[in-house]
């Protein structure tokens, strides 16, 4: 009995969802994305915050799409509804996470920075697009960063590396979990 009480209570820990533990360093990063995006330094992002950001990286074919696109990115970002998106709703909205449309959305992301479709991105690409949204790096920092996120070695990023970056609490394709466990 005592070994399927301990076994219940490592299923109930395992169980748990990962976007709870979140260490110093995603926090640092959180808000050093969040200040970033936040201009004015008030704490909050309003929509023309939002839209800049949006537009430097991704323009729009129109005002009229780019004025909806942020539209709803606000519908889903701003939670209590107050016309802004405060570091806890920008928080949680990036703790969430969902299968396929997580997915849909990590490939939009990663196809930004992807600027010459070849499905890897390299310190050129990011250095292309940090310049665009106005984040001059020079090539040996893109290089590092780079590096930071390039575990197979290769010298650029696919898309399960970024994936990875970008969702560590996230099960990665290939992970022994519940559904692939060797018994």
Do not use: W
């Not at 395992?14 to 990063?29: F, I, K, T």
């Not at 709803?72 to 970002?77: N, S």
């Not at 107050?82 to 449309?101: I, M, Q, S, T, Y």
Request: with cysteine.
């Amino acid at each position: 009995m005592s070994t399927s009480a301990s076994e219940n209570r490592q299923a109930q820990q395992q169980a748990r969802p990962p976007a709870v533990v979140s260490s110093a360093a995603d926090d640092a990063e959180m808000q050093r994305v969040f200040a970033h995006i936040d201009a004015d330094g008030d704490g909050r992002i309003s929509p023309s915050e939002l839209a800049a950001v949006s537009r430097a990286i991704s323009p729009p074919a129109s005002s009229s799409h780019g004025r909806r696109e942020v539209a709803a990115m606000m519908d889903e970002l701003d939670t209590d509804r107050d016309g802004f998106v405060d570091l806890g709703e920008f928080k949680a909205f990036h703790a969430r996470g969902g299968g396929d449309e997580l997915d849909a959305e990590l490939r939009a992301a990663f196809d930004v920075y992807d600027v010459d479709g070849d499905g890897r991105i390299t310190a050129a690409d990011l250095g292309k697009v940090l310049a665009r949204i106005g984040e001059g790096c020079s090539a040996d920092e893109c290089q590092r960063m780079i590096a930071c996120v390039d575990t197979d070695g290769d010298g650029c990023v696919g898309f399960e590396e970024f994936k990875k970056m970008m969702c560590p609490q996230q099960p990665q394709a290939g992970a022994a979990g519940p559904d692939n466990a060797k018994e």
